[in-house]
């Protein structure tokens, strides 16, 4: 999905790693959460065949899933809970979780809780409130990053300005995306946030640097993850 292009620029994710386990236990009910990163329907539907095979002895396995930049595929699967009283709050607690102040923007993100059902019943409300805690407890643990899309720009100039100009591009804060040396000149790469401006920003910069001298070309784009400040 990520390969696409899209209308969003950036958006968060969980870092890259290891599935992400967080449990709680609510009137002797256990809520085991896992998180996993998925960038593909098939690898959200890959963690809840797992989970199966690893908790068979549990009575629910309960996913949602929120996959691509633009947040364009969204699921939920209630698994025999009452409907609507699993996936659904689940999935909510994906879409409406807040990465940055007033924003709301993780994707690639799977979530499947397992249910050991404690004797207890939770009734209608209490199932909502607990799965809709268990993903929000998990989340509020769990490694995010920002990934974000960025144009790779390239410039041309001679070998012998190719160190410095190198230089005083990191020194202005933009990103070295890597430097080849052909037969007649070196190719600087620069990776900038894909948007009109940081793109214009960045071809005056090194009209700055060059005196004139180098023009900035734009090509394809390229995701990558960010930390988040």
């Given at each position: 999905?990520q390969?696409?292009?899209?209308?969003?620029?950036?958006?968060?994710?969980?870092?890259?790693?290891?599935?992400?386990?967080?449990?709680?236990?609510?009137?002797?009910?256990?809520?085991?959460?896992?998180?996993?990163?998925a960038?593909?329907?098939?690898?959200?539907?890959?963690?809840?065949?797992?989970?199966?095979?690893?908790?068979?002895?549990?009575?629910h396995?309960?996913?949602a899933f929120?996959?691509?930049?633009?947040?364009?595929?969204?699921r939920?699967?209630?698994?025999?809970?009452?409907?609507g009283?699993a996936?659904?709050?689940?999935?909510e607690?994906?879409?409406?979780?807040?990465?940055?102040p007033?924003?709301a923007?993780?994707?690639?993100?799977?979530?499947?809780?397992?249910?050991y059902?404690?004797?207890?019943?939770?009734g209608?409300?209490?199932?909502?409130?607990?799965?809709?805690?268990?993903?929000?407890?998990?989340?509020?643990?769990?490694?995010l990053?920002r990934?974000?899309?960025?144009?790779?720009?390239?410039?041309?100039v001679?070998?012998?300005?190719a160190?410095?100009?190198?230089n005083?591009?990191?020194?202005?804060?933009?990103v070295?995306?890597g430097?080849?040396?052909?037969?007649?000149?070196?190719v600087?790469?620069?990776?900038?946030?894909?948007?009109?401006?940081a793109?214009?920003?960045?071809?005056?910069r090194?009209?700055?640097?060059?005196?004139?001298?180098?023009?900035?070309?734009?090509?394809?784009?390229?995701w990558?993850?960010?930390p988040?400040?």
């Amino acid at each position: 999905m990520q390969g696409e292009e899209s209308r969003a620029t950036s958006y968060t994710t969980l870092a890259p790693g290891s599935d992400f386990r967080h449990e709680l236990e609510i009137k002797r009910s256990r809520f085991i959460t896992v998180l996993r990163r998925a960038d593909s329907e098939n690898a959200a539907r890959d963690l809840v065949a797992g989970l199966r095979r690893e908790f068979h002895d549990a009575r629910h396995h309960c996913s949602a899933f929120i996959i691509g930049p633009d947040r364009g595929i969204q699921r939920s699967n209630d698994d025999g809970e009452p409907s609507g009283t699993a996936g659904v709050p689940m999935l909510e607690a994906l879409a409406k979780r807040e990465t940055t102040p007033g924003a709301a923007d993780l994707s690639d993100v799977s979530a499947v809780v397992v249910r050991y059902f404690g004797g207890v019943l939770l009734g209608a409300g209490g199932l909502v409130r607990a799965y809709s805690e268990s993903v929000s407890s998990a989340l509020s643990l769990a490694p995010l990053v920002r990934r974000s899309r960025l144009r790779i720009c390239s410039v041309e100039v001679p070998h012998a300005a190719a160190g410095k100009l190198e230089n005083d591009l990191r020194a202005a804060g933009l990103v070295m995306a890597g430097t080849s040396y052909e037969a007649r000149h070196a190719v600087l790469q620069v990776a900038v946030p894909d948007d009109a401006g940081a793109i214009a920003d960045a071809a005056e910069r090194v009209q700055l640097l060059t005196a004139g001298g180098a023009t900035l070309v734009a090509a394809g784009t390229e995701w990558v993850d960010v930390p988040l400040p």
